[in-house]
């Protein structure tokens, strides 16, 4: 099992920036790639940073302004969201793969970000 939380979620104006972070305990050894989705309402989920990259794209709309990265000791990824706009504006989630008897998929419960113009 692993679990995963999330934080650094909030309200920003638009242009601001934010960083998002996403802390996994359990069989964290297990955990072969993590991402961040985000749905706004209405909307479907969809895929905007992976690490390692993988072949589903994100959107244009994301590339050059958000950046995914980890930090292993701590467990932990992070989602630098800078020049943010109000589409931007979701839930995101943390996402992780885990090969443990089989491929299983565990997500956060989720963390809002609002941008407002």
């Known amino acids: 099992q692993v679990q995963l939380v999330e934080s650094g979620g909030g309200t920003v104006q638009a242009g601001g920036s934010l960083r998002l972070s996403c802390k996994a305990t359990g069989s964290t050894g297990s955990i072969s790639a993590m991402a961040w989705y985000r749905q706004a309402p209405g909307k479907s989920r969809e895929l905007v940073a992976a690490i390692p990259r993988g072949g589903t794209p994100v959107p244009d709309s994301v590339k050059g302004r958000f950046t995914m990265s980890r930090d292993d000791a701590m467990k932990t990824v992070y989602l630098q969201m800078d020049s943010l706009k109000p589409e931007d504006t979701a839930v995101y989630y943390c996402?992780?793969?885990?090969?443990?008897?089989?491929?299983?998929?565990?997500w956060g419960q989720g963390t809002q970000v609002t941008v407002s113009s």
């Open positions: 996402n992780a793969k885990a090969l443990l008897s089989e491929e299983y998929v565990y």
